[in-house]
């Protein structure tokens, strides 16, 4: 009873008090971000300690304020300071004070730093996005790329649940399926590939200069493209609302299989990537260009980048800010290891190889942003990538190479080099606006333009027979030209051209707190045209001598032709004229033109039935037009060299939220989908490697020309503190009529693209926890860790194909091209306090395991992409406000990155090599 009497005291002196006192509550914003929460921000009582910090909504409250006028001060690091005055508290109320701040013109650079990454690109903001988009969505900010030491855009992309990345290349997987089941977008806004082969550009290109943030949206809504089952990458660019600053950094990387080797490279490429013949006829490069590799004269990869940008403050609304990044990296690899090219037999072993990859990237980006008042704002934002690779490949350096094509021997001896240079260049234009129309309109589009140059100028390929006999020691023995056809030595020249137009436009309406409506229209028109063109040596005499295979150039000369070779176009001239097809330039041997267009208009609806459920269905419909003219070789007579498809599709989605409480959410999500053929899919032209050939399949454009894709998502999130995170995911696909990779029913083994099946089902779950071990007195993280695992089971029947190309299957079902069933990412940050010294150091961990790389055909196994455990270390130091000194270890664990067919009786390997770790230093200042 005296327990009760107490409590009931308590309660009434409670009751008492806050009849006496009031309080002020209100939402901060962000209005140079359309009006966002600002969450972190500080709201003071002046002249009091009184007060408190927003949510993760904005929101605040400072409670227990005695009846009377107050001042509030609202501040945010890097923001103007928004004072407002005679704020009236009356007892038993609340007093409502919305307050929206914007970013300061004249703030010191130390504060614009801290700003720009704590509220646009730090992992607290973007999990504060994730908490409140509709759609399934996971990103990571500016702030966490420099942590980890996260170069470019495919390495981050890697670090969230579910996504995996292809060893060696920007090419991603998320949730278990391969590139051409993902889409990638700049700013909102379509970008083009940069690679015949692949759907999406290579996410290595995008520097992690040029990236504010990049998220990854696994569920579809209405405003995505039909085109649409693994998810979107989003890149957004950084832009700058601060001061004026300037930042630049050098540094040097090296590879530990590269030190000591003499590195080698194609003749005719610049120190910075580009290629200084393309206006020269290919004939003309064949006859005035040798053959042979030249030194890269050294082995030791540098980089350099600077950053600067300034705002303006115009009259009392309007302020212009201008963003500018730059930067050059190359890099050094060597590879060696065994080479196979297995079809449905062994054609051509290498037990040895040796492989120099020497690359360079340049990347430039610029963006003006022009903030006309608080309810307009325009940008414009210029992209470019340069992104060149030499890669010089000798396979059989040992003597031991073989190939049952021979003619001398075909069990030893047989030797191939490959001397390649590849430059892709992008340009990208975008115009993006946003607008507040009223109170409830807000209006946001986009255009853009994008253009690709993706060039392989003079590939040089020369095959040898009886090597082992130049490695004997006997001068008087020596290897032979390789001569079954002229094409086993040869010079490959091939241009490909990406032009595309894209738009977007998106009106939101906001009939009530409880309930807005989008409308809007996206689209794209893009088209590709190909083009090849390859010359043979042609040798006079049979079992002509080499000498030596590094110095072909002595052979290989003006004066040598028409007396030991003859160069050979296939597709050549006119032999009515009597000009024959030999020693004169010929027409392309191979050309494409593709376009597609999509244009689409959709509508959804936010439905808050209450504070804790919110409904987003939503509707698109799609119109999708594809075509392709061809005209390449080795085709029947009666192919009519071209294809088209034209499908409307409607395109139903429903996303639902429950928030379980403040911290909690509980997501659902239903969608249809679909996935159209690439170009690369669809051109039956073939490309040929050393050991692989890939090429398209015109019939994927007959009906159906599509694949239906059905989605089911279901996930909880726990946002256990501002960068603390627990979720566990569960998801289902059905994919009808689904594409994939297959060896096809020719003699050459060639991998095709073929719709393998009716339907491939795809079942998984994740996991993902972000969570500080140790903390601060402030309570920032001292010790933190992140883990994501995703498992995926995947199924799908098999039946084979007939048309222009076929395939069989001798079983009924296999798994999913592309899906690993784990993916496991993780990191370890530590960040301590030395006084001014303040350095983070970073353990990042990924893995992914055993995937099939092509499916095999007939009695043939697949190709599997063996797994690869990956592990780097980044350690940051801040020695003062301007310095940093910066190391890097990456590729700790060197695996060996390998790729097997699946045979019976056991797997060959097709290729094995492991590359070496990467140490780099870095030093960066800031002016």
Do not use: C
Request: proline letters at 3%; charged letters at 20%.
């Amino acid at each position: 009873m005296r327990k009760l009497l107490i409590g009931l005291l308590l309660l009434a002196t409670a009751q008492i008090t806050a009849q006496e006192t009031g309080s002020i509550v209100g939402k901060l914003t962000d209005t140079d971000f359309n009006n966002d929460p600002l969450a972190f921000a500080n709201i003071l009582i002046e002249g009091t300690t009184k007060g408190t910090t927003s949510d993760f909504d904005g929101l605040y409250e400072i409670a227990n304020l005695d009846p009377g006028t107050y001042t509030v001060v609202y501040s945010f690091l890097g923001y103007e300071t928004i004072t407002k005055a005679d704020v009236v508290v009356e007892a038993g109320k609340s007093t409502t004070v919305d307050v929206g701040l914007s970013a300061a013109a004249g703030v010191e650079l130390e504060e614009f730093v801290g700003t720009g990454t704590t509220k646009k690109e730090s992992e607290a903001a973007l999990l504060l996005d994730q908490k409140n988009a509709t759609i399934v969505k996971e990103s990571i900010g500016a702030q966490e790329l420099s942590f980890k030491g996260i170069s470019d855009a495919a390495a981050a992309v890697n670090k969230i649940s579910g996504v995996s990345k292809q060893e060696g290349g920007g090419n991603v997987y998320v949730r278990g399926l391969g590139d051409r089941y993902l889409n990638t977008t700049y700013n909102g806004l379509p970008v083009p590939s940069n690679n015949i082969e692949k759907k999406n550009i290579d996410l290595n290109l995008f520097s992690s200069d040029v990236i504010q943030n990049v998220g990854v949206s696994k569920t579809h809504a209405a405003n995505f493209y039909g085109d649409f089952a693994a998810g979107n990458v989003d890149i957004t660019a950084k832009e700058h609302t601060g001061d004026f600053f300037l930042d630049v950094d050098l540094g040097t990387t090296v590879n530990t299989n590269a030190v000591g080797t003499d590195f080698v490279k194609s003749e005719g490429t610049g120190y910075f990537g580009f290629y200084n013949r393309y206006r020269n006829n290919p004939y003309a490069v064949l006859l005035s260009h040798g053959v042979d590799a030249i030194s890269s004269e050294g082995n030791t990869g540098v980089s350099g980048s600077f950053a600067s940008g300034k705002s303006w403050n115009i009259g009392d609304a309007s302020r212009l800010s201008v963003f500018a990044t730059a930067s050059f990296g190359n890099s050094f690899e060597f590879r060696e290891g065994p080479a196979v090219d297995y079809t449905t037999v062994e054609k051509k072993r290498f037990p040895n190889s040796e492989q120099y990859e020497y690359g360079r990237n340049t990347t430039a980006m610029a963006n003006i942003v022009y903030r006309i008042n608080d309810k307009h704002k325009v940008k414009y934002n210029s992209l470019f990538i340069n992104d060149a690779t030499d890669e010089v490949s000798y396979f059989g350096t040992k003597g031991l190479g073989s190939n049952r094509d021979a003619i001398l021997d075909t069990d030893r001896g047989f030797y191939q080099s490959n001397v390649q240079f590849s430059q892709d260049m992008i340009f990208v234009n975008q115009l993006l606006g946003t607008s507040t129309l009223s109170e409830k309109l807000k209006l946001d589009w986009g255009v853009g333009y994008n253009n690709v140059l993706a060039r392989q100028p003079d590939r040089k390929r020369i095959s040898v027979e009886r090597y082992d006999l130049e490695l004997d020691n006997d001068e008087s023995t020596n290897g032979f030209f390789f001569s079954n056809i002229a094409y086993d030595n040869q010079r490959y020249f091939q241009d490909i051209e990406d032009s595309e137009l894209n738009a977007r436009i998106n009106l939101s309406y906001d009939i009530s707190e409880k309930l807005k409506f989008n409308f809007g229209y996206n689209g794209r028109s893009k088209q590709r045209t190909f083009e090849n063109i390859r010359y043979g040596y042609d040798f006079i005499q049979p079992n002509t001598p080499v000498g030596d295979v590094r110095n072909l150039d002595g052979v290989f000369t003006q004066e040598n032709l028409g007396t030991v070779f003859n160069t050979v176009v296939f597709n050549g001239l006119d032999p009515q004229n009597g000009l024959g097809n030999t020693n004169l330039p010929g027409r392309f041997e191979n050309t494409y033109e593709g376009n597609l267009n999509v244009h689409a208009f959709y509508t959804d609806a936010v439905y808050k039935i209450s504070d804790k459920l919110s409904f987003v269905p939503g509707i698109r419909l799609e119109k999708f037009n594809q075509d392709i003219t061809y005209d390449v070789i080795n085709l029947p007579a009666t192919d009519p060299g071209a294809r088209d498809a034209s499908e409307f599709f409607i395109l139903p989605s429903l996303n639902v939220k429950y928030a379980l409480n403040e911290d909690q959410n509980l997501r659902f999500s239903f969608s249809s989908t679909v996935s159209n053929p690439e170009f690369k899919e669809v051109a039956p032209f073939v490309y040929e490697d050393v050991t692989q050939r890939i090429g398209g399949n015109p019939n994927l454009l007959n009906d159906p020309a599509f694949s239906r894709i059905y989605n089911v998502d279901i996930k909880y999130e726990w946002f256990m503190k501002p960068s603390e995170l627990l979720s566990v995911a569960a998801f289902a696909k059905a994919i009808n009529d689904p594409v994939n990779l297959v060896v096809a029913n020719d003699a050459t083994g060639t991998q095709r693209f073929f719709r393998t099946g009716d339907q491939a089902q795809v079942l998984g779950f994740e996991f993902e926890v972000r969570k500080a071990l140790i903390t601060d007195a402030d309570e920032q993280s001292v010790l933190s860790t992140g883990i994501n695992a995703t498992y995926t089971y995947t199924k799908q029947d098999l039946k084979g194909s007939n048309g222009v190309f076929s395939t069989t299957f001798d079983r009924e079902s296999d798994q999913l091209q592309g899906a690993s069933p784990l993916l496991l990412n993780a990191d370890l940050s530590y960040r301590p306090t030395f006084g001014s010294y303040k350095p983070v150091a970073n353990l990042v961990f990924s893995y992914f395991s055993d995937r099939i790389d092509a499916l095999g055909s007939g009695q043939l196994g697949n190709i599997i992409e063996k797994a690869v455990p990956t592990l780097d270390f980044v350690w940051k130091n801040n020695i003062n406000e301007k310095m940093e000194l910066n190391a890097s270890f990456k590729n700790l664990l060197n695996p060996t990155i390998e790729r097997v067919r699946e045979v019976e009786g056991g797997d060959v390997t097709l290729s094995s090599f492991k590359r070496g770790l990467n140490i780099g230093f870095q030093f960066k200042y800031k002016f």
